[in-house]
């Protein structure tokens, strides 16, 4: 993702596709691999476009059904933006959470066709919206809903995803993913002021009848910092991956090393 990063800041394109079969993981061969922090690379671009482009506000679906951010599964109106990749990110993480990143982890699980991580491939994209926005809406729902699914052994991945989600989704300013008008104003200061502004141009609704606001739409307004708090969420895992690795390679390294 620093990488998709630089590609919106210095090309102005946006990837659209954040999928499992879009990210390559290079591994190290050698005895030393373990020294060596495994690389990821992000590939495809057929359905990249420009920033500058996608302004045409007609609701353009592109991507793999699960890892679809919520906007693009309901085709909303207006451009596509690095949210929603990052979106994607989140949710393929926690697709590789629940079913496992190798072949073997994923053989090995329990499979529940209940599961509610099951609902992202199943129905028509609203109905997979409607159920994202849900299971999005706080950190419980998230918790209970998601990330309660992971395979013990993912343990970072686990950590990674509840940062990755609090920064996208907790925001301060535009927390949560529902469209309930009444609890977005109740916990929203930015989102209340917006609606005041809206209620006197319409000329003085009363608050009861507010238009529904999208905490997803209004993060814009907090972008940077945001986009700031979701690199710093990469980062620290990359680093806590590379502490690990290293870690298991000394312990390797000592338990070969010659008695003196």
Request: glycine share 6%; proline share 2%.
């Amino acid at each position: 993702m620093e990488c998709h990063n630089a590609i919106l800041e210095k090309c102005g394109l946006l990837h659209r596709d954040i999928s499992v079969n879009n990210i390559l993981v290079i591994t190290n061969d050698g005895d030393d691999s373990l020294r060596r922090p495994v690389k990821g690379l992000l590939i495809d671009y057929d359905h990249a476009i420009s920033v500058d482009q996608d302004s045409t506000g007609n609701g353009t679906r592109s991507g793999t059904l699960p890892y679809m951010s919520i906007h693009n599964l309901e085709g909303a109106p207006g451009k596509r933006s690095a949210f929603d990749d990052w979106e994607s990110l989140l949710y393929l993480i926690c697709w590789l959470g629940t079913f496992g990143i190798n072949s073997k982890d994923r053989d090995n699980i329990n499979k529940d066709e209940t599961a509610e991580i099951e609902k992202w491939r199943r129905g028509t994209m609203k109905s997979i919206a409607k159920c994202k926005r849900r299971q999005m809406n706080s950190m419980d729902t998230f918790s209970v809903s998601i990330l309660a699914g992971f395979q013990e052994k993912y343990g970072m991945l686990k950590r990674l995803a509840t940062n990755i989600y609090m920064a996208l989704f907790q925001h301060d300013g535009c927390e949560g993913a529902s469209l309930d008008t009444q609890s977005i104003l109740a916990s929203n200061s930015y989102a209340l002021e917006i609606a005041d502004m809206m209620n006197a141009l319409q000329g003085g609704q009363s608050s009861s009848k507010q238009p529904k606001l999208d905490p997803l739409a209004v993060r814009k307004e907090y972008e940077k910092a945001i986009v700031d708090n979701l690199l710093e969420a990469i980062r620290a895992a990359a680093a806590a991956s590379e502490d690990f690795f290293l870690q298991k390679a000394t312990a390797q390294g000592s338990e070969t090393a010659p008695n003196r």
